[in-house]
């Protein structure tokens, strides 16, 4: 690959669609730096915005690093650039999660991931109710060779596994419940009140927490359980959520950054099919619950995320950090 050289104004779009990928609490725990000499981005992991409590290997940091990862990469096809990745470059320092030198022009072979571009903005968690009308087998399909592509596996449990996954996920919701520290570390990323001026440009607002689930505990992730939103309305959720499990082969730190890119792609493929996803990840937060996401019967190997998936709206946007506090040039 012929090294292509790379300006802060080439570097400032790429990162700026970076960013518009999702993380534990819309937290954004990236940081990228152009080294000018070098013509190089390198992406770094932030331990300032780790959950110590409800993530404490940093194992949820490092899928939403990954999905801006894959999200610089689908930025950089689009403008005709190759990439190369190499991930974890540096075992001295490991918050250096991978670095991406640019090259020829992309000339839309292979399985780069420029027609994704579209996608990038219209991508957003929904927290609303689904209709029940199930997703095409053909579209499943693409998700999972989406997933394959990242070497990753996304399986589709059926209905015994997805009742016991949402039990799982009820299970999780207890037990926050009960665990103060989770509930300080979850109630310090979400709220703000619905319609007013963002007061930062991180975390999950009230505005986008969706509605109340009127039929028992809905298939989401409710932030507002444990508290008062004025006008938040009541809604009947989907009686059969259609459930997706993301898993990689290990459980490694590259195998983070593997399903991070891969959780990525198969987000943005469901987004440019017109479906709506959400994400769930309480279970995964309990070591104790996790290993029993899995669905035994599937070689997914270790589940990195459960997927909701479905047709529906696409959700409410959430803040950006601006560029300019996340990308570093020197």
């Known amino acids: 690959m012929t090294a292509t050289r790379i300006d802060t104004e080439t570097a400032v779009r790429l990162v700026g669609d970076a960013v518009t990928a999702p993380s534990m609490h819309n937290a954004q725990p990236w940081r990228f730096v152009l080294r000018r000499d070098s013509d190089v981005i390198e992406l770094h992991g932030d331990p300032e915005r780790a959950m110590p409590r409800t993530d404490p290997d940093h194992r949820a940091l490092h899928l939403g690093c990954a999905a801006a990862l894959f999200n610089l990469r689908v930025s950089a096809a689009r403008h005709r650039l190759g990439t190369h990745v190499e991930l974890l470059p540096d075992v001295s320092a490991p918050w250096l999660l991978a670095t991406i030198a640019f090259g020829d022009a992309y000339a839309g072979a292979g399985d780069e991931p420029a027609d994704l571009y579209g996608a990038l ?26 997933a394959r592509l990242e070497g990753c596996r996304l399986t589709v449990p059926d209905s015994w596994h997805a009742e016991t996954v949402l039990a799982l996920v009820r299970d999780a919701e207890h037990r926050e419940e009960m665990d103060p520290p989770a509930q300080a570390e979850t109630a310090a990323w979400t709220g703000g009140a619905p319609g007013a001026a963002p007061a930062r440009r991180d975390g999950i607002p009230a505005s986008a927490f969706g509605p109340h689930s009127a039929g028992g505990p809905g298939p989401v992730r409710d932030f507002g359980r444990a508290r008062s939103i004025p006008g938040r309305p009541w809604a009947t959720f989907e009686k059969r959520p259609q459930l997706a499990l993301l898993g990689s082969p290990g459980d490694t730190t590259a195998d983070w950054l593997r399903a991070g890119q891969a959780l990525e792609r198969v987000l943005l493929q469901a987004t440019a099919d017109g479906l709506a996803t959400s994400m769930t990840s309480q279970p995964l937060e309990w070591p104790e619950l996790r290993w029993t996401v899995r669905d035994p019967l599937a070689s997914v190997g270790h589940v990195q ?4 998936l479905g047709y529906g709206p696409s959700g409410e946007a959430t803040p950006r950090r601006p560029v300019a506090e996340v990308l570093d040039v020197r």
């Open 121 to 146: 903005r219209r991508r957003h968690t929904s927290r609303q109710p689904f209709s029940d009308e199930p997703v095409p087998a053909a579209l499943l399909d693409g998700l999972r060779a989406a």
């Open 305 to 308: 995320m459960v997927l909701r």
